[in-house]
Structures are given as structure tokens and as C-alpha cells.
């Protein structure tokens, strides 16, 4: 519990790693290639260290798993991470907490799964918390709240699709890999954006490591570590501890503020989390304490 707990709290800081990297001047990409591509060379680092080498995996299990890392969980961090630029921090994270709920959705649509009363409330009450959240922001942010929508859209997508590939290969190993793809791709658009460039100040270099360290290799590793343990569905409850610490910090560092309707509907997305979590036996890989 305790690993998971740190875990959680490591991913809290995500978003606010984020707001601090763009104050000290980094732009979205190049703060993306430059974490992802050192996050990857620590987790091959861990992989090689724990005896699950990436390039011992099967040619189609790897092909898939570098496919994953650069197009869609760079798909996923890139909507997120843009959204953080003219989002709050708080606002941002509890609209991607949606997205359990969607995994529910589509494994229903696409997957046949069943769907249980309690599972049916926790999506309305999850769809109604997003609604109040989003009627309550102000117009001038609406494409960030599109790309805030989006980002959780995304992850659905990245979670039913590694569920198989996971399946198959030691998890530390296959991050090692999709971090690889991300980096590989991040660093492309970077370059292709004049933006593949060292940070130009030391406050660019901590946020810059401070990131790819915590709310990545640590936030990853311990959560990996703490999953067999407890078993998915508490760690996805101990895991909604992650949004708590993004508003906490948000609110004590930025200033950043909810109306009442707002703080209702962030509520109403945690209680629906806690819900399905409570309720869902097995959830899919990275279903819990994984955002990017």
C-alpha cells in the first residue's frame, strides 16, 4: 500500500512539473523529448538490472509496444500536456480522471464486457462530475478543455490496446519500451518544430529531470512494485490519492481556485473512480495510477 501510495503521490506532480517547465521557458515538445527520452534510459537501465531486457522480447511484442509509445501515449501526453498550457493544473487532472470510466465504455462497445448497476451510476456520476467542471470554465480556455477531453479519449485507447501486448512481456521492460517510442517520436516533432534544444537555464534542467525522475521512474517503478501486492483493484483505489495531490499542490502554489460547482463535479469524478474501483475485480493494465 505504501508503494503505491508514493506512487500516486509521485504522479500528482505531474502536472504541476508541467506549469513550472513552461514558466522557465521550455516549450511542450521539447519538455516532452527530453523527459521521455531520459525516463527511457533509466527504465532500460531498471530493465536491464531486473533481468527483463526488452530485446529479448518477441520481434511482434516489441514492434507493438514501440507502436504504443509513439503514436498513441505520445498522442496522449501531448493533448495533456498542451492542455496544461492554458488549464489549470486542477481543473486538467480531474477532467483526465475521466477516464476510467471510459475504459468501462469502450470494453463494453468493443469488448462485450458487462456492465453492472453500480458500474452504470459511477459513469453517470463521472459524466456528470466532467459537466459541471467544464460549465463552470471560462470560454477563453475552451481549446484547452478540448485537448483536456481528449487527452483521457487517448489513454482509453492506449490502455485496451496494450492489455494483450502487457499480457506478454515483464512490465518494466515493456515501459522501457514505450517510453523509447515516445521519446523517439517526441524528439522528432521537436526537431521538426526548432525545438529539439537544451533548456536554456538550471531551472529548465531540474524541472526537466525533476519530471523524467519522479512522476515517470519513480511514479512508474513503485507502482509496478506495489501492484502484485495489493492487487489492481486497491491499487486503483489508493490511486485516486494522485488527483488529490495536483489540486493540493495547484492550490498552494498557483493560487488556482474552484466555484462550488466546480469542486462538486471534482468530487463526483473521484467518487465514481472509487466506485469502480471497488467494484471492478480485474482492471486493465495501466487502468489505475498510470497516467502520463
Known sequence: MALVLVSATAFGTNAIFAKLAYAAGL???????????????????????????P??????????????????????SLTYFTALQTLPASL?????????????????????RSLTRWLLLALLGSFAGLVLLVGGAELHIAWGLVFAIAAPAIYTAYILLSENVMNRVPAVGASAVIMSGAGIAFSAIALGQGELKLPASSN??????????????????????????????????????????????????FGDRFSVLQALGGVLILAAVVMQAGRVGRTAPGAAGALP
Do not use: D
Not at 515538445?29 to 530493465?47: D, E, K, N, P, S
Not at 530485446?55 to 496522449?76: E, H
Not at 529548465?204 to 525522475?213: C, P, T, Y
Not at 511514479?219 to 489540486?247: D, N
Open 27 to 53: 516549450g511542450t515538445t521539447q519538455l516532452l523529448a527530453f523527459r521521455f527520452v531520459l525516463a527511457a534510459a533509466g527504465m532500460w537501465g531498471l530493465a536491464l538490472m531486473l533481468r527483463q531486457n
Open 55 to 76: 530485446l529479448r522480447f518477441r520481434r511482434a511484442s516489441l514492434l507493438a509496444l514501440f507502436g504504443l509509445g509513439a503514436i498513441v501515449y505520445t498522442g496522449q
Open 92 to 112: 486538467c487532472v480531474l477532467i483526465v480522471y475521466i477516464y476510467p470510466s471510459l475504459v468501462v465504455i469502450a470494453g463494453w462497445l468493443f469488448l462485450r
Open 204 to 253: 529548465g534542467w531540474l524541472v526537466v529531470l525533476a519530471l523524467a525522475l519522479i512522476p515517470t521512474m519513480i511514479a512508474i517503478s513503485t507502482f509496478l512494485a506495489g501492484l502484485p501486492r495489493v492487487g489492481a483493484a486497491r491499487a486503483s483505489l489508493l490511486s485516486t490519492w494522485e488527483p488529490v495531490v495536483t489540486v493540493i499542490l495547484a492550490v498552494i502554489l
